[in-house]
């Protein structure tokens, strides 16, 4: 969309130059407006997802996330007190949050932490063993007896995820799982501590899944707690 006001015109031009002015600004104006009611559209839609969050233990038992947290806590103070690792496994952009928290939780967390995503070690799997078990043979050769697997997924129904989940519990491991979709997903009751995000938004889901791993980060490094267990007398409140 152009105009063009040329010097040489009469007075009534220059008027009509401007009224189009007038109109491109107007225009521009609701434009904004409408692309920032949807930024905070999405961003209260995901406040509210993040807050809806549910956490339930292995034997599917609600606990409201501040609990959750205090559990985690434990089981993150024991992977560290034993010198074990966190392995991180998930697909697509879930596979992205993994590569991303193993980092994080390494760098900043200072607790050995590594994601199965390397495209020769994935592709090897996948056309040796198949696809579904990539994270089976991932975890049957990497994992140990007392690390934690944190298994994403956002429709908690991926069999590679699965599989990866069920053979950390033959290696002895404790899991951690992050699902989405719908509520009876399998995945969501398969780990010690389940953080469910009601949703069937993918990106809503997968935002409200490094939410929560970056909110318990947060708090692990918080001074209150420095990486240890939280006194079960302790309410706790994540630091703003």
Not at 61 to 84: G, H, I
Not at 222 to 240: C, D, L, W, Y
Request: glycine residues 6%.
């Amino acid at each position: 969309m152009s105009f063009h006001c040329s010097s040489s015109r009469r007075i009534p031009a220059v008027f009509a130059c401007a009224w189009r002015a007038v109109h491109l600004i107007v225009f521009f104006g609701y434009f904004s407006y409408d692309i920032f009611d949807m930024i905070q559209q999405y961003a209260d839609a995901l406040h509210g997802l993040v807050q809806n969050a549910v956490a339930t233990t292995s034997a599917g038992v609600s606990r409201a996330l501040p609990l959750a947290f205090e559990d985690w806590f434990s089981l993150m103070s024991d992977v560290r007190a034993r010198n074990k690792k966190v392995l991180f496994i998930g697909n697509g952009g879930s596979a992205a949050i993994a590569n991303h928290k193993a980092l994080d939780y390494t760098n900043a967390g200072d607790v050995r932490s590594i994601s199965f995503t390397d495209p020769s070690l994935l592709t090897c799997f996948g056309n040796d063993f198949s696809y579904e078990n990539i994270f089976q043979k991932s975890v049957s050769y990497y994992a140990d007896a007392g690390d934690m697997l944190v298994a994403i997924s956002s429709s908690g129904s991926s069999q590679n995820i699965l599989r990866g989940v069920a053979e950390a519990r033959k290696k002895q491991c404790g899991v951690i799982t992050f699902s989405g979709f719908a509520k009876a997903n399998p995945l969501r009751a398969m780990g010690d501590l389940n953080f469910y995000a009601p949703s069937e938004n993918y990106t809503l889901v997968e935002n409200a899944h490094e939410i929560l791993l970056d909110a318990f980060l947060a708090c692990w490094l918080h001074p209150r707690f420095k990486g240890e267990a939280a006194s079960p007398h302790i309410t706790f409140t994540p630091p703003v």
